[in-house]
């Protein structure tokens, strides 16, 4: 009796064991499933391969929120344009600025050792490289303003292929010094369904005489070919403000579900087939598909953060009080502050930074 009491015992022992051992299984492999699962998201948060070279932090989402990204495109022939607004804005500001450098292939290399064997070296940035084969087709070929046509004049356009991790970004044109602290502009509210925030072309009475001496249009007239049935169509008078999209502030969750890269690429489109603007009138056609797209659905920038039309004339210009007054100077146009002739080139090249290589000089009267 008792041999057989033994065995009973050790046959439900070894029960138990067998139980044990896969209860044990089941939690290592419930165990190695989360780390997994914990790893797959981390992975995902790494932007797309769009970003060529950069160290990835993974960071949590309310880490990478107290960044303000900022966007500006670096040009391989005037790549000192964005070195001078990216050192501006990095020293009027305390806060922790991300900036994304948009640039070809051919232009990343030297962007990137300009930043770091400078002075510029502490900022916090990603090089984004932008591939122009998505503009096939899109762009109609125009001899008049060729410079208006080159690809990193449509990266507006691409914002969410580009950045993917931030909710707000500030796009700024290469021409442009900042010297305001830039989370004034990152603080810019947008109302409910806007996806982005313009400064119109009228908002300021200070540049009104600047207009009118040169000649310029503030109007969609000086844009868009209201000759054209498909432009009359649209329902938009001509006489209507026009506003400039070299500094704007997005909303990028409703850039994506009013899908606006989709809308904007539809203008392109039509301008191929039936020439709706050119880039012989006021602003090229990479302000036109905007200046339709956003009609009567943006919200005002204040006006003292996007001064332009510096680069308008050699001749005309603003007074030095109102300049410094300005948080932000933009020289759109043909005369641009690194370049000669060019006017008010003091306050762009206090921020000038020069380039390591030697490859970009600025060109002056006696240089």
């Not at 051992?21 to 932007?47: E, G």
């Not at 989370?183 to 509210?189: A, C, V, W």
Request: proline letters at 6%; one cysteine or more.
């Amino acid at each position: 009796m008792d041999t057989y009491l033994g065995q009973q015992v050790a046959i439900i022992w070894k029960g138990h064991m067998a139980v044990l051992r896969k209860i044990n299984q089941i939690l290592l492999f419930l165990l190695v499933l989360t780390i997994c699962v914990i790893l797959y998201n981390k992975v995902q948060k790494i932007p797309s391969t769009l970003l060529k070279n950069e160290p990835v932090d993974l960071e949590s989402p309310e880490e990478m929120e107290e960044d303000i990204p900022v966007v500006i495109c670096a040009a391989a022939g005037r790549m000192g344009a964005a070195i001078a607004a990216i050192s501006s804005i990095y020293s009027n500001s305390d806060s922790n600025i991300l900036f994304y450098i948009v640039g070809l292939k051919n232009s990343v290399s030297h962007i990137r050792k300009w930043i770091e064997n400078s002075k510029l070296k502490d900022i916090k940035f990603k090089i984004v490289e932008f591939n122009p084969m998505v503009l096939k087709g899109k762009i109609r070929p125009d001899a008049a303003r060729p410079d208006l046509l080159q690809p990193l004049n449509f990266v507006r356009f691409y914002l969410p292929l580009l950045i993917h991790e931030h909710d707000k970004v500030i796009y700024l044109d290469d021409d442009v010094i900042v010297q305001g602290d830039i989370q004034e502009l990152y603080d810019t509210n947008l109302a409910p369904g806007h996806a982005a925030a313009f400064s119109d072309d009228c908002d300021l009475p200070s540049t009104h005489e600047m207009v009118r001496s040169v000649g310029m249009q503030n109007t969609y007239m000086g844009f868009l070919d209201y000759r054209k049935q498909t432009i009359r169509d649209l329902g938009i008078s001509p006489s209507t403000c026009s506003f400039n999209p070299g500094v704007f502030v997005a909303n990028m969750t409703e850039w994506k579900h009013q899908r606006i890269t989709k809308q904007l690429e539809k203008w392109m489109q039509k301008n191929v087939e039936e020439n709706l603007y050119s880039s012989t009138l006021a602003g090229g056609v990479a302000t036109s598909p905007m200046l339709i797209v956003f009609h009567g659905k943006y919200s005002p920038i204040t006006p003292l953060w996007h001064i332009r039309h510096l680069g308008w004339s050699p001749d005309a210009r603003y007074s030095e009080q109102f300049l410094h007054e300005a948080k932000l100077l933009h020289w759109n146009g043909r005369y641009k502050p690194w370049d000669y002739p060019s006017i008010h080139t003091d306050f762009w090249e206090k921020w000038f930074v020069p380039d390591p290589s030697g490859i970009f000089k600025l060109v002056r009267p006696h240089s």
